[in-house]
């Protein structure tokens, strides 16, 4: 028996890469530029979400959506950063300030502090910290009961997120460092959206 000749019009043409390592370059590039307007878009719909339920729960999504496409960003950015010793900098020490995790104002404490600190160091820090972030308060609190007033301890949680002003500073900063390396990303440009 003999195949239907008809078949062969089912054949996929596979172009030959010439350059290999050109093609991987241009194919990461790419996969960056798509991740960097990933960032942008889930920005907006961020912020969209957290000004629509602005006073409740589901706000904290919002910064959490935008958490998640700036990881994904700084997944694809990391070999670059770990290429050379400024982009090391970059990653492991940059200052990007702090960020404060407040004690409820529920809570009529005569002791303890009223809030936490937490360190931005580097740009793997969002990757360090978890996602929400969970602090420990040990307080000493007035307590009044039918059997007297008096004092005791507790341990209060609250939960937090890196707010939206220092995942910017994080994109920011990595925009920054790809722009010392040489690397453009031009959006505007369909044919081949990745440049160097």
């Given at each position: 028996m003999?195949?239907?000749?008809?078949n062969?019009?089912?054949?996929?043409?596979v172009?030959?890469?010439?350059?290999?390592?050109g093609?991987?370059?241009?194919?990461r590039?790419?996969?960056?530029f798509?991740?960097k307007?990933?960032?942008?878009?889930?920005r907006i719909?961020a912020?969209?979400?957290?000004?629509?339920n602005?006073?409740?729960?589901?706000?904290?999504?919002?910064?959490r959506?935008?958490r998640t496409?700036?990881?994904n960003?700084?997944?694809?950015?990391?070999?670059?950063f770990?290429?050379d010793?400024t982009?090391?900098e970059?990653?492991?020490?940059?200052?990007?300030?702090?960020?404060?995790?407040?004690?409820s104002?529920?809570?009529?404490?005569?002791y303890g502090g009223?809030?936490?600190?937490?360190?931005?160091t580097?740009l793997?820090c969002?990757?360090?910290?978890p996602?929400?972030i969970v602090v420990?308060?040990?307080?000493?609190?007035?307590?009044?009961?039918?059997?007297?007033?008096?004092?005791?301890s507790?341990?209060?949680?609250?939960?937090?997120?890196?707010?939206?002003?220092?995942?910017?500073t994080?994109?920011?900063?990595?925009?920054?460092?790809?722009?010392?390396?040489?690397f453009?990303?031009?959006?505007?440009?369909e044919t081949n959206?990745?440049?160097?």
């Amino acid at each position: 028996m003999t195949e239907p000749e008809d078949n062969q019009d089912n054949e996929v043409e596979v172009e030959a890469v010439y350059d290999p390592e050109g093609y991987v370059q241009e194919r990461r590039l790419k996969d960056i530029f798509d991740a960097k307007k990933k960032v942008r878009e889930r920005r907006i719909k961020a912020k969209e979400y957290q000004l629509a339920n602005e006073g409740s729960v589901e706000s904290l999504d919002g910064v959490r959506m935008y958490r998640t496409a700036v990881e994904n960003y700084l997944t694809e950015l990391k070999p670059l950063f770990l290429d050379d010793m400024t982009g090391k900098e970059y990653w492991y020490n940059l200052d990007l300030g702090e960020i404060t995790i407040p004690l409820s104002e529920n809570y009529n404490h005569i002791y303890g502090g009223n809030h936490k600190r937490i360190d931005l160091t580097g740009l793997q820090c969002i990757f360090a910290i978890p996602e929400p972030i969970v602090v420990e308060f040990d307080i000493i609190v007035e307590s009044k009961g039918n059997w007297g007033d008096g004092v005791r301890s507790k341990t209060i949680q609250e939960k937090g997120n890196i707010p939206f002003d220092k995942l910017d500073t994080i994109v920011q900063s990595a925009n920054q460092y790809l722009s010392e390396r040489g690397f453009e990303l031009d959006p505007e440009e369909e044919t081949n959206p990745a440049q160097i």
